[in-house]
């Protein structure tokens, strides 16, 4: 499993060693810009991040002065630093002004990997900031087949639990496409207590979700850790769940 650092870290090591800094995307060649891109005064960015100033950091990428795609030299971006502190007013803010950067292409920056290659959604996921997450993937951020640390749970498991069938019909389509991801275990995957996606959906009433998940083939065989499994879940006393037991048990 690859070892993962903290972006609060790799600040503390920039500011005692005065490493610079490593460029920005555009001058990576990921912008349209044809040029080479230029930071000016990057260094006075990067320390009103690291004094906890977000006044001054709103104003320095707002008025497009100091370049939101700024890197440290981990090659992390202050999106990865915020979205890992659970911060989602700061996430909006640089995700605003990145929209807002005719030189800058967007999909690469919300999913740029630093050098450890974790994008600024791992960070989210593995500091369990919920919130930060789901707003990262209705952006296009990914990747998709992100775990939660502390629940296990991946994206299906948090968008089963809201209802939300069209973003999990979004994120199984994408997924479809990647063949670095088994498609099969994603739709599957168990958390920690031992639930597929739709078991969570059954169990949160959330029929429209059930139906998706079925329809792109989602076991229905699978238990949890104390051995109950989705039919468990819809005769479990915790709601009502009209029109669906028919749609389940058809299944069997």
Same mark, same amino acid.
């Given at each position: 499993m690859m070892r993962h650092f903290s972006i609060i870290s790799a600040l503390?090591?920039?500011?005692?060693?005065?490493?610079? $800094?490593?460029?920005? $995307?555009?001058?990576?060649?990921?912008?349209?810009? =044809?040029? !080479?891109?230029q930071q000016p005064n990057s260094n006075e960015l990067l320390g009103a991040v690291n004094d906890g100033d977000d006044y001054s950091v709103k104003s320095m990428i707002s008025n497009g002065t100091h370049p939101v795609d700024t890197l440290f030299s981990d090659g992390s971006t202050i999106l990865h630093y915020y979205a =890992?502190?659970?911060? %989602?007013?700061?996430?909006k803010s640089i995700l605003k002004a990145a929209r807002q950067d005719e030189y800058l292409d967007f999909h690469s920056f919300i999913n740029h990997r630093s050098k450890f290659g974790n994008t600024a959604m791992m960070e989210a996921a593995m500091r369990d900031r919920l919130s930060i997450v789901k707003y990262l993937t209705q952006l296009g951020g990914g990747p998709v087949n992100v775990i939660l640390?502390?629940?296990?749970?991946? &994206? &299906?498991? *948090? /968008?089963?639990?809201?209802?939300?069938?069209?973003?999990?019909?979004? *994120? &199984?389509? +994408? #997924?479809?496409?990647?063949?670095?991801?088994?498609?099969? !275990?994603? *739709?599957?995957?168990?958390? %920690?207590?031992?639930?597929?996606?739709?078991?969570?959906?059954?169990?949160?009433?959330?029929?429209?979700?059930? %139906?998706?998940? #079925?329809?792109?083939?989602? @076991? $229905? #065989?699978?238990? @949890? +850790? +104390? @051995?109950?499994?989705?039919?468990?879940?819809?005769?479990?006393? *915790? =709601?009502? /769940?009209?029109?669906?037991?028919? $749609? &389940?048990?058809? %299944?069997?």
């Open positions: 503390v090591v920039w500011e005692a060693s005065g490493v610079q $800094l490593q460029g920005n $995307l555009q001058s990576g060649g990921i912008c349209d810009c =044809g040029q !080479e891109g =890992g502190a659970g911060d %989602k007013n700061m996430v640390k502390e629940d296990d749970q991946n &994206l &299906l498991h *948090i /968008f089963a639990e809201d209802g939300n069938d069209k973003m999990i019909s979004n *994120i &199984l389509a +994408t #997924t479809r496409e990647d063949d670095s991801i088994d498609f099969d !275990e994603f *739709i599957n995957h168990q958390n %920690k207590v031992g639930n597929p996606p739709v078991n969570v959906a059954v169990e949160m009433c959330h029929v429209s979700v059930v %139906k998706v998940l #079925t329809k792109n083939g989602a @076991d $229905l #065989t699978i238990s @949890d +850790t +104390t @051995d109950r499994g989705v039919l468990h879940h819809v005769v479990m006393p *915790i =709601g009502s /769940f009209h029109g669906s037991k028919s $749609l &389940l048990f058809d %299944k069997f």
